[in-house]
């Protein structure tokens, strides 16, 4: 008997390699394949205004993005000494209102500079519930754990969420034809906005989703949702939170995504990226000894190699580790 079911992905022509510039926004999941496609060698901005869970934060981030929005002071908040932006997380937060501007305008300039050169987008919509400013109705991107009294709390339906988007990617796609966009809905639950409010939150984010890519040959739908809810389906593969993925479960999506995303040979340049990090992870006994030297240059050799078959690929971070090792061993002979 066969105990689980196997999802067949939908076939698709979006491919991914390392000539891509990528653009990973949205909810906790985009972070971890943003994480995880760095991690593999691609060249991918992940979540620089943060995490963003719902689209109409995702739609205003791309926008500010879009036009490299100036931010001024009227763009921040104060609560209690400590200032921040309702564009953006929590961690651009601080209590010197001058270094705020700048962080959050730098992440904006460096974002918007990305996004102009991207060739793809991973787009991850974690629900559809949205908390907007009591005093003008802005959708917050985040709370900032400020009073619930200052918020209103209300969940947008598939048509608000259409209006938003749909006229967004018109425009973009009239000016730029090529751009891939992948969508996602997070698999991650939002179980504080109680179960059923939950299952009908991710229900309105498929029905917008499946409208976006039955409007827009440039975009396609990666059902890491239904890996993680059908194909898993068991709380072993949940976190003790039993909200998030665990590492486990995660690893099988990354993985059914490389059979959605890669070609082969994308496949084989990502297992000896691996096959390095691992080695960059590996803590000697004798860090002098003579073999883990060998070691460390046989990793080199294997990095200039690998640059030159494939020198799309930036590894800078991965020689310098080698090379630092490398030196530090000389000065103490």
């Not at 985009?30 to 943060?50: H, I, M, R, T, Y």
């Not at 975009?219 to 949702?225: K, Q």
Request: glycine share 4%; proline share 3%.
């Amino acid at each position: 008997m066969d105990f689980k079911t196997t999802l067949t992905l939908p076939k698709s022509s979006f491919r991914l390699n390392h000539s891509d510039s990528i653009l990973c926004l949205g909810s906790c999941f985009a972070e971890s394949v943003g994480k995880q496609l760095q991690k593999s060698g691609f060249d991918c901005l992940n979540n620089p205004f943060g995490v963003l869970y719902n689209p109409s934060s995702v739609i205003r981030a791309l926008r500010a993005m879009q036009e490299n929005k100036s931010y001024s002071k009227e763009d921040i908040f104060e609560y209690k000494g400590l200032y921040g932006s309702f564009d953006f997380h929590s961690s651009f937060s601080g209590r010197e209102a001058e270094k705020v501007l700048e962080g959050i305008q730098t992440a904006c300039s460096t974002s918007s500079s990305a996004f102009r050169s991207s060739t793809c987008l991973i787009l991850s919509f974690g629900t559809a519930w949205v908390y907007e400013l009591a005093s003008n109705g802005l959708v917050v991107s985040n709370c900032h754990k400020l009073p619930a009294s200052f918020f209103d709390r209300r969940r947008l339906s598939v048509g608000e969420m259409l209006e938003q988007t749909v006229g967004f990617f018109e425009e973009l796609f009239r000016t730029r034809p090529k751009l891939k966009v992948l969508l996602t809905v997070s698999p991650i639950r939002h179980f504080k906005d109680g179960a059923h409010e939950n299952t009908l939150s991710k229900a309105s984010l498929h029905l917008l989703v499946d409208e976006l890519c039955s409007r827009f040959e440039q975009m396609v739908y990666f059902p890491a949702y239904e890996l993680l809810m059908d194909d898993l389906r068991d709380y072993r593969f949940y976190e003790q939170d039993m909200l998030h993925p665990s590492a486990m479960a995660f690893q099988y999506i990354w993985e059914r995504f490389g059979e959605f995303a890669f070609e082969k040979y994308t496949l084989e340049i990502i297992r000896q990226l691996e096959q390095i990090h691992k080695a960059m992870d590996h803590k000697p006994f004798r860090p002098d000894d003579e073999e883990y030297l060998r070691f460390i240059k046989k990793n080199i050799a294997a990095l200039h190699l690998l640059g030159k078959r494939f020198p799309e690929l930036n590894l800078e971070k991965e020689r310098d580790f080698f090379e630092s090792v490398l030196h530090s061993n000389a000065s103490t002979c």
